[in-house]
């Protein structure tokens, strides 16, 4: 077998952002070798099994394997959790290398490791197994698993700005599903709205974020007139969603609202504007497509490294970014419900952030990232 057609383990979840990135680099794999065995190693949370059984390869389903592994923590009872399903996660791990082995012929497999909890747990097989692995970084500032995976890779790439001579930078990943290639009317009219329209786009990506729901509530309750002339498509998460729906029929706005889109292409592609968190998938996206996007970082990470993802596009002076004050009526009052003023009414500011959006190039880190799995491949 020949180091092309390696089967090869992607290695994360817990999130769509540590999947999604994943799903893109399958897409080339297996453009390039239909037969290439692909396998997904995740989370058994239930946002993992939505995603992965709602994506293709090839128009085949992905395959994927529930990892028992536990997010680490400092409180006891966390820390508990960990330690006891360690163990059990790395024999899944070993287990799950052996199977792919032994159908490959003895070829061993390539363990792709995404970042999160589910990856560290896959790379400790791997070592324990003699495979060579990749990591993938795609925070700007590499989390926990990260910084351990990073001592025990073969080769690391880097779709963020890190300050490490090791690591290989690379454009962001973006997967076929969450790109648009089409036109805004086209996009709209797939969703079902006015294709002549002015549309927002707001995410809080795979989990949702309820102070983002809530600040354009409040915005659409006290300024209706703001988005005169303007339709929204809104992806919740699981909560939020009923309320955002009376929300806009209430000030009888057009509005697309769902917990969760499975394609995202058309969400970005319809959008003259958005509105998201900045994990690493929504700033690749917004990159992608080339929608100027006010970027609201989760305000809990200790380490504010959503912030620093989206610190390029606003260099580039193709995003804005608010803190998250959590509360609606402060948010509202505050930095982002100016910023997101400002977004709606000015289509000049709203030109000129799509024109620093595309002097940042392309996302096409799937490229790279696919030969470097080939070239580490034995």
């Not at 999130?15 to 997904?40: C, M, N, W, Y």
């Not at 009526?329 to 419900?337: F, M």
Request: proline content about 7%; some cysteine; aromatic content about 6%.
């Amino acid at each position: 077998m020949s180091p092309q057609s390696a089967p090869v383990i992607f290695a994360g979840g817990g999130t769509g952002g540590h999947l999604f990135p994943g799903i893109a680099i399958a897409e080339v794999l297996k453009a390039r070798d239909s037969a290439r065995v692909v396998v997904f190693a995740c989370s058994q949370r239930e946002i993992d099994a939505r995603i992965l059984k709602a994506q293709t390869l090839n128009g085949r389903a992905i395959d994927f394997r529930p990892n028992p592994g536990k997010p680490f923590g400092l409180k006891p009872r966390a820390l508990l959790r960990f330690i006891g399903a360690w163990g059990g996660a790395v024999r899944h791990g070993r287990g799950l290398i052996g199977e792919l082995r032994l159908a490959a012929g003895g070829a061993n497999p390539v363990v792709v490791a995404m970042g999160g909890f589910v990856a560290a747990p896959l790379v400790q097989a791997a070592r324990a197994e003699r495979c060579r692995v990749l990591m993938m970084n795609l925070d700007a500032v590499p989390g926990r698993a990260n910084r351990w995976i990073a001592g025990r890779a073969d080769r690391i790439l880097t779709t963020a700005a890190v300050p490490n001579a090791t690591w290989t930078r690379i454009p962001p990943i973006v997967r076929s599903a969450a790109h648009w290639p089409g036109t805004p009317a086209a996009a709209r009219s797939s969703l079902g709205l006015d294709p002549e329209a002015r549309t927002l786009f707001v995410t809080g990506a795979s989990q949702g974020a309820t102070s983002l729901n809530r600040l354009v509530m409040r915005l659409v309750a006290d300024a209706p007139q703001l988005f005169q002339g303007w339709q929204i498509i809104h992806q919740t998460g699981p909560s939020d969603t009923a309320d955002a729906k009376d929300a806009y029929a209430a000030a009888n706005i057009r509005a697309v609202v769902e917990p969760f889109f499975d394609v995202m292409g058309p969400c970005w592609g319809a959008a003259d504007c958005g509105l998201a968190r900045a994990g690493a998938s929504s700033v690749a996206e917004a990159w992608a497509n080339r929608v100027p996007t006010l970027f609201m970082p989760y305000p809990y990470h200790a380490d504010q490294h959503q912030r620093a993802n989206a610190q390029e596009l606003f260099a580039a002076g193709g995003a804005e970014i608010a803190d998250d004050l959590i509360d609606p009526i402060r948010n509202a009052s505050g930095a982002a419900g100016a910023g997101l003023r400002t977004l709606l009414s000015d289509g000049g500011r709203r030109a000129a952030m799509s024109t620093g959006l595309a002097s940042l190039g392309p996302a096409d880190g799937a490229l790279i990232a696919a030969a470097a799995i080939n070239e580490i491949a034995l």
